[in-house]
């Protein structure tokens, strides 16, 4: 593949960082953290612009732009800690996977993603089916024309501003766990329905706990064949796993600690040119991490849908917030409280990237998981 961008695309991403220059100028601490902040009239000027969606095919509300540019546009949004929480997830996972799977009539629904008029989350995890997601409880069971929902999701990101939930449940329990599972789309006003928020250790609401009790779903909202939703969920994985947003979530910190370290007082014993030789290995990392990133973003522009790819990025970019997060405390415990407002701002970014980058390994699937899948589908290794 050739890394260089094009001129159109290197235009695209001036014109999405020109429209980023209207945000306003400070940013909560809900706003620095993964995916940003909720903005649902943020979302519809994105959505003005054509950019939700933007590489679908335009029978979908798409432009037909590309993966390459999705990923620019993906990059500079959450770089600059854009409120896009609530498209951002039906734009990477369901917008795609119900253009694959979905009837007619649930296709209906990527329009609206595509115009900001409808946010759907994703219902996976549960108390007992973290990693091991294939031994989810909640079951769906006929009745007529209508599946009666019941059970519990966990660490549902964003439902709380959500329309639809896509479930992930189980309507065969006789059968191997990966064969019993099916997917359906819950409308999140359905009776029987009750969001509890969870609270992070930085006093952020990003996920929540969701109880389903006797919810009626329509039939037809089955998405894919019953008991086959497993390879379904397995592709939308994919999807969130790939993307750039992994490795860039905390670019912005990133820079700010290079600009700190360029004016820092001197330090004893060669503490200083320690600490900066620790961050240019960051920086050498970042760039062999957007590398991974851009090159999943290509395999989708050849209608690929990376898999062990998709987890190299992932347990890459994750893996390095964490030792950007380690970096940036070793800054502050040999700079301790930091002299100006500007540098105590800097101080309180850095504590909280390292409370919260704890669960980067964790969401989407843990860095052993995705070790797993790039020894057995990747290197083709033995279970």
Known sequence: MDFRFTPAQDAFRAEVRDFLSTLPPTRSAEEEQYLGAHDKDFSKRVAERGWIGQAWPREFGGQEMGFIERAIYTEEMITACAPVSYHFISERQMGPTLMRHGTDEQKQLIRKIASADMAICIGMSEPEAGSDLANVATRAVIDGDDYILNGQKIWTSHAQHSDMIMVVCRTNPDVPKHKGISLLLVDLKSPGISIRPLINMIGVHGFNEIFFDDVRVPRKNLLGRENEGWYILAENLDFERGGIERL????????????????????????????RHEIAEREIEFQVGWLLSYRVAWQFAQGLVPNYEASMSKVYGTEWTQRLARTGMHVVGAYGLMATPEQRELRRKIEDAYVNTLSHTLAGGTSEVQRNIISTRGLGLPR
């Open 248 to 275: 860039v979530t905390t670019a912005k910190l990133h820079q700010e600690l290079i600009e700190f370290m360029k004016t820092a007082p001197e330090l004893p014993g060669g503490r200083k040119d320690a600490l």
